[in-house]
């Protein structure tokens, strides 16, 4: 059969520089990423020392300011890279997502103080970082969280636990929301915690269904104290810091679902062109053919959708309704092209020897996190007819 390679995305990029860093994203993908994808995805190990390599590249602080070691890339090209890495393998690309997911907090609202000490060595400086705002029992109602900051002097006692944390147990940072005051989504406060503060444990990670490779755990703080200076924003303003970080970490998840989604489209049209049944490659017969034409069609629409969100944001528009659409749209588009590329596969599909089952159990996982598909809805229904009923 012939081999029939998967051709890059070819990417509308705004500058030369972008178009050279998605040259060494491609070149640090199939150099150290892709030999070892399938079996450390397989053996559920996180890729650590690919983070590293990643931070010193400068991969890791890509849209935040060159000041403090970021790398001044519009969110267009930074989505971009996401989707590069997450076609190669999801745990790389929404981990990266997931540790500026966790700068945010700081670089959007720390004071000039607190980003000039901590953001070059978040941003360039080898570390990783997780966000801890969902809890056991406060998932989709983030304002319901009971994990509590208790101030003592110069310090604050945070105590209680987070649940669903991409990075719990491995990370060397966590931001954190807790409660510092009155019930509701006024008396929350954001903390930057460091990872190895006295009093912070991390419960063994969940076994997942997929995206084994990333691990997610519950993070407990018993007492854990840090500095007013770690304070984020004004007290009270946490939930506002967590939810204007989540705006931008949705089109994160997007650009990755689109990644996983191109590389299932990518799979499933190799095998269809080299599978012969009835005397012919199977991408010859209409019904086929149909499939992925649709597969690729939403692709470009879920790409379009994303990339047109970042310039909002870019441009310093509001983007918090397009940035749920995108989240929305291209997830659920990953769940379908993943799907019917293992329906393409037939057999091979559902076996492990083919990544097609891989990229669908890790396409739903997408579905749910930074807000499930249903909030999106509310978020978007919200900014069409207002705050409405429940």
Same mark, same amino acid.
């Given at each position: 059969?012939?081999?029939?390679?998967?051709?890059?995305?070819?990417?509308?990029?705004?500058?030369?520089?972008?178009?050279?860093?998605?040259?060494?994203?491609?070149?640090?993908?199939?150099?150290?990423?892709?030999?070892?994808?399938?079996?450390?995805?397989?053996?559920?190990?996180?890729?650590?020392?690919?983070?590293?390599?990643?931070?010193?590249?400068?991969?890791?602080?890509?849209?935040?300011?060159?000041?403090?070691?970021?790398?001044?890339?519009?969110?267009?090209?930074?989505?971009?890279?996401?989707?590069?890495?997450?076609?190669?393998?999801?745990?790389?690309?929404?981990?990266?997502?997931?540790?500026?997911?966790?700068?945010?907090?700081?670089?959007?609202?720390?004071?000039?103080?607190?980003?000039?000490?901590?953001?070059?060595?978040?941003?360039?400086?080898?570390?990783?970082?997780?966000?801890?705002?969902?809890?056991?029992?406060?998932?989709?109602?983030?304002?319901?969280?009971?994990?509590?900051?208790?101030?003592?002097?110069?310090?604050?006692?945070?105590?209680?636990?987070?649940?669903?944390?991409?990075?719990?147990?491995?990370?060397?940072?966590?931001?954190?929301?807790?409660?510092?005051?009155?019930?509701?989504?006024?008396?929350?406060?954001?903390?930057?915690?460091?990872?190895?503060?006295?009093?912070?444990?991390?419960?063994?990670?969940?076994?997942?269904?997929?995206?084994?490779?990333?691990?997610?755990?519950?993070?407990?703080?018993?007492?854990?104290?840090?500095?007013?200076?770690?304070?984020?924003? &004004?007290? $009270?303003?946490? *939930?506002?810091? !967590?939810?204007?970080? =989540?705006?931008?970490?949705?089109?994160?998840? /997007? #650009?990755? +679902?689109?990644?996983?989604?191109?590389?299932?489209?990518?799979?499933?049209?190799?095998?269809?062109?080299?599978?012969?049944?009835?005397?012919?490659?199977?991408?010859?017969?209409?019904?086929?053919?149909?499939?992925?034409?649709?597969?690729?069609?939403?692709? &470009?629409? $879920?790409?379009? *959708?994303?990339? !047109?969100?970042?310039? =909002?944001?870019?441009?310093?528009?509001?983007? /918090? #309704?397009? +940035?749920?659409?995108?989240?929305?749209?291209?997830?659920?588009?990953?769940?379908?092209?993943?799907?019917?590329?293992?329906?393409?596969?037939?057999?091979?599909?559902?076996?492990?020897?083919?990544?097609?089952?891989?990229?669908?159990?890790?396409?739903?996982?997408?579905?749910?996190?930074?807000?499930?598909?249903?909030?999106?809805?509310?978020?978007?229904?919200?900014?069409?007819?207002?705050?409405?009923?429940?």
């Amino acid at each position: 059969m012939p081999d029939r390679a998967p051709q890059p995305v070819d990417r509308q990029l705004p500058t030369e520089e972008a178009r050279d860093l998605i040259s060494l994203v491609r070149d640090i993908a199939q150099q150290e990423i892709v030999p070892k994808a399938a079996e450390e995805e397989d053996a559920g190990r996180f890729p650590r020392e690919l983070f590293t390599l990643l931070s010193r590249s400068g991969l890791l602080g890509l849209p935040y300011d060159s000041e403090y070691g970021g790398g001044d890339q519009p969110y267009e090209v930074y989505l971009q890279v996401l989707e590069e890495l997450a076609a190669v393998r999801l745990t790389v690309g929404l981990g990266v997502s997931v540790h500026s997911l966790a700068s945010y907090a700081l670089a959007a609202s720390g004071t000039k103080e607190q980003q000039v000490e901590h953001l070059p060595a978040m941003l360039g400086g080898g570390m990783l970082g997780a966000y801890c705002l969902s809890e056991p029992h406060s998932g989709s109602d983030a304002a319901a969280l009971r994990t509590r900051a208790v101030r003592d002097g110069d310090a604050w006692v945070i105590t209680g636990t987070k649940a669903w944390i991409t990075h719990g147990g491995i990370a060397d940072f966590y931001t954190v929301m807790a409660r510092t005051g009155e019930e509701g989504p006024r008396g929350i406060t954001a903390f930057l915690v460091p990872g190895d503060a006295p009093g912070l444990s991390a419960a063994p990670p969940e076994k997942k269904m997929g995206l084994k490779g990333s691990p997610t755990a519950q993070v407990h703080f018993d007492g854990v104290r840090v500095t007013d200076d770690r304070r984020i924003g &004004e007290e $009270g303003q946490g *939930l506002a810091i !967590a939810l204007s970080a =989540l705006d931008s970490g949705r089109l994160g998840i /997007a #650009a990755c +679902a689109i990644g996983v989604a191109q590389a299932a489209l990518d799979e499933a049209l190799a095998y269809a062109t080299e599978r012969r049944q009835f005397g012919k490659p199977i991408a010859d017969f209409q019904g086929l053919r149909f499939m992925l034409a649709d597969m690729a069609t939403q692709i &470009e629409a $879920g790409r379009a *959708l994303y990339l !047109a969100a970042a310039r =909002l944001r870019d441009a310093g528009r509001p983007f /918090a #309704a397009q +940035a749920a659409m995108a989240k929305l749209h291209c997830t659920d588009t990953a769940m379908r092209v993943t799907t019917d590329a293992v329906q393409i596969l037939g057999g091979y599909g559902y076996t492990a020897d083919f990544p097609a089952e891989r990229y669908m159990r890790e396409a739903k996982v997408l579905q749910i996190v930074e807000g499930t598909n249903q909030i999106q809805r509310m978020v978007i229904a919200r900014h069409l007819v207002g705050p409405g009923g429940r």
